[in-house]
């Protein structure tokens, strides 16, 4: 069974610094590229990031680049957000998912874990 | 950035009832899209990809379809387990874009 557990979310203050992780299990880590999405409290979902299977390649939205990082790790099969400077506007529910090998786009998000709350304020 | 416009924003329906749901997305995506249910306090689950393709363990109820920039999913017969926000998702370029959301529930 596909899981995803994300951790490390809690209550940061502004202009500081925060890491996420999601530790993955029940399928071939390396196989697939995963990303973040977060869901700000009653809002609607947003993209954050992405990272190839191999780490070699990652896309971001334009409102986290430069400020965060994402990477991961095959041999402890688990994903990271490194979020560096972080505004009450990151406040949100930070989710981990899997994108299935595609050709010609980014992918979907095939599954998801139980989110982590970044809460950022002073 | 691809805008995907979702409507109705509220839907309430009877059990039984057929729902459709509504996405726009303000250029052509081809068929990368994806529809996805949330419900309250839980993840999003993907229902549907590739505009048409059923999720391995969603109910044959769900369906989706494509006219151009259109999309729709369809619930064939509501059912009281179906009320959440339904999303969908362009996966055509970068950045991903949703939806604002469906929020559906019983009449």
């Known amino acids: 069974e596909v899981q995803l557990v994300e951790s490390g979310g809690g209550f940061v203050q502004p202009g500081r610094s925060m890491k996420l992780s999601c530790a993955a299990s029940g399928f071939t880590f390396s196989y697939y590229d995963m990303a973040w999405v977060r869901q700000a409290p009653e809002k609607g979902l947003e993209w954050v990031a992405t990272?190839?299977?191999?780490?070699?390649?990652?896309n971001y939205r334009d409102s986290v680049k430069g400020r965060f990082t994402i990477s991961r790790d095959s041999a402890q099969s688990t994903l990271y957000l490194h979020m560096d400077s972080l505004a009450s506007e990151d406040s949100a529910t930070y989710y981990c998912?899997?994108?299935?090998?595609?050709?010609?786009?980014?992918?979907?998000?095939?599954?998801w874990g139980q989110g982590t709350l970044v809460t950022v304020s002073s | 950035d691809i805008q995907m416009t979702q409507s109705p924003s509220f839907l309430s329906a009877s059990v039984g009832d057929r729902v459709t749901l509504s996405c726009k997305a303000s250029?052509?995506?081809?068929?990368?899209l994806a529809w996805y249910q949330q419900k309250r306090e839980e993840a999003p689950k993907l229902l549907i990809y590739?505009?048409?393709s059923l999720q391995t363990g969603i109910p044959s109820r769900f369906s989706g379809s494509v006219s151009g920039t259109d999309f729709t999913l369809t619930i064939s017969s509501l059912q009281p387990e179906d009320v959440a926000t339904y999303f969908c998702?362009?996966?055509?370029?970068?950045?991903?874009?949703f939806g604002s959301g469906t929020k559906l529930e019983i009449k």
């Open positions: 998702l362009q996966h055509k370029s970068w950045p991903l874009t």
């Open positions: 590739n505009a048409n």
């Open positions: 250029q052509n995506i081809n068929k990368y």
């Open positions: 998912s899997i994108i299935p090998p595609v050709y010609n786009n980014p992918g979907w998000l095939a599954y």
């Open positions: 990272i190839t299977s191999d780490g070699s390649s990652t």
